[in-house]
C-alpha cells in the first residue's frame, strides 16, 4: 500500500468512525449511564468487532450474502428489529446508580456482535474494503482490519468520554430521562438510510 492511500484509509477510517452513527450514539448513552470505565469493553467490542467483519467481509463473505437477495432481506429485518429493541433498551435506562435490572452496559461480545446488523458498519467496511483492498488480497484486507481498529478506538472513546463529561448535567431525572429518549430517538433515525437501501 503506498503512502497516498495510507493516508486515505487513515482519513477513512477516521471520519467514518468519529462521526454520529448507532455506535457513538449508544456509547454516548453508555457513558452518561454506566461511566467510561464501564463502557470500555463496548469500546473494545466496537473497534475489534468491526475490525473482524471488515476482515471477513474483504475475505468473500460479502460476496456469498449479496448472492442470495433472500440473505440481504432477512438481515435487514433483523437489523431494523434489533436496533429498535436497542432504542428502547436506551430510552428506558435507569439513572446511574439506581442498578435497575437491565440497565447494564453493553459486553465485548455484544458490541462486536451488534457490527453485523449496524447498516453504518457495513458501509464502513465494504466502503473500505472496496476502495482500499479491492483484489481480497489476505495481506491488504488484513492492513485494513489493523487500521481501522487502531483508528477506530480512539474516536469511539470521544463519545463515551462525552458521555461521562455531561453525566453530572443529567443527574435531574428529568433531563436523563429526555436525554435518553433523544439517543434512542436518534437511532431509530439513523436507520431511515437502512429503509431505502
Not at 428489529?81 to 452496559?105: D, T, V
Request: aromatic letters at 10%.
Amino acid at each position: 500500500m503506498t503512502t497516498d492511500l495510507l493516508f486515505a484509509l487513515l482519513g477513512f477510517a477516521f471520519v467514518t468512525s468519529v462521526t454520529p452513527g448507532p455506535n457513538n450514539m449508544m456509547l454516548l448513552a453508555s457513558g452518561v449511564n454506566f461511566g467510561l470505565r464501564r463502557s470500555v469493553p463496548h469500546m473494545l467490542g466496537i473497534s475489534i468487532g468491526h475490525s473482524l467483519m471488515v476482515f471477513l467481509l474483504g475475505l468473500g463473505v460479502a460476496g456469498a450474502i449479496h448472492a442470495s437477495p433472500r440473505a440481504g432481506v432477512v438481515l435487514k429485518i433483523l437489523s431494523i428489529a434489533y436496533m429498535l429493541w436497542l432504542a428502547w433498551k436506551i430510552a428506558h435506562a435507569a439513572a446511574p446508580g439506581e442498578g435497575r435490572a437491565g440497565g447494564k452496559p453493553f459486553t465485548f461480545v455484544q458490541a462486536a456482535a451488534f457490527q453485523w446488523v449496524n447498516p453504518k458498519a457495513w458501509a464502513m467496511a465494504l466502503g473500505a474494503v472496496a476502495a482500499y483492498a479491492p483484489g481480497g488480497r489476505v495481506a491488504e484486507v488484513a492492513m485494513v482490519a489493523v487500521i481501522f481498529a487502531a483508528v477506530n478506538l480512539p474516536s469511539v472513546t470521544v463519545w463515551a468520554a462525552a458521555g461521562q463529561g455531561i453525566r453530572g448535567w443529567l443527574n435531574a431525572p428529568g433531563r436523563l430521562r429526555l436525554f435518553n429518549w433523544t439517543m434512542a430517538g436518534l437511532l431509530v433515525l439513523s436507520l431511515i438510510p437502512v429503509l431505502w437501501i
